[in-house]
Nanobody, 130 residues
Framework: QVKVVESGGGLVQAGGSLRLSCTTSGLTFGDYHMGWFRQIPGKDREAVSGINYSGSSTRYADSVKGRFTISRDDAKNTVTLQMNNLKPEDTAMYYC???????????????????????WGQGTQVTVSS
């Protein structure tokens, strides 16, 4: 049984930092691209950041570039999202997701569409106060 579990959300003031972690089990972590998404009520889930299966390639939404950093630790089956200089508009439920790599994609491919992801966590709430 595959499990994807996020942690690290919370309440922080604008300008502060949070570190989200996502741990998986039941899958071969090194065969999966990993992504972070966020969603606020009434809106579509949006891609925040992603990292390819090998860790050699990353992608960020324009709104978080320069503030967020994604990384992975295959020894711990964990992907981390370091979020600095948080803004009130970063307030959302954050989801971690795993996307199985495909031989038909380039090595540096990083998926960003929700349909590309096979497994999802339950989410962790991030609230940034002004």
């Amino acid at each position: 049984q595959v499990k994807v579990v996020e942690s690290g959300g919370g309440l922080v003031q604008a300008g502060g930092s949070l570190r989200l972690s996502c741990t998986t089990s039941g899958l071969t972590f090194g065969d999966y691209h990993m992504g972070w998404f966020r969603q606020i009520p009434g809106k579509d889930r949006e891609a925040v950041s992603g990292i390819n299966y090998s860790g050699s390639s990353t992608r960020y939404a324009d709104s978080v570039k320069g503030r967020f950093t994604i990384s992975r630790d295959d020894a711990k089956n964990t992907v981390t999202l370091q979020m600095n200089n948080l803004k009130p508009e970063d307030t959302a439920m954050y989801y971690c997701a795993a996307s199985e790599m495909s031989v038909y994609n380039e090595d540096d491919y990083v998926p960003t569409a929700t349909y590309e992801f096979n497994y999802w966590g339950q989410g962790t709430q991030v609230t940034v106060s002004s």
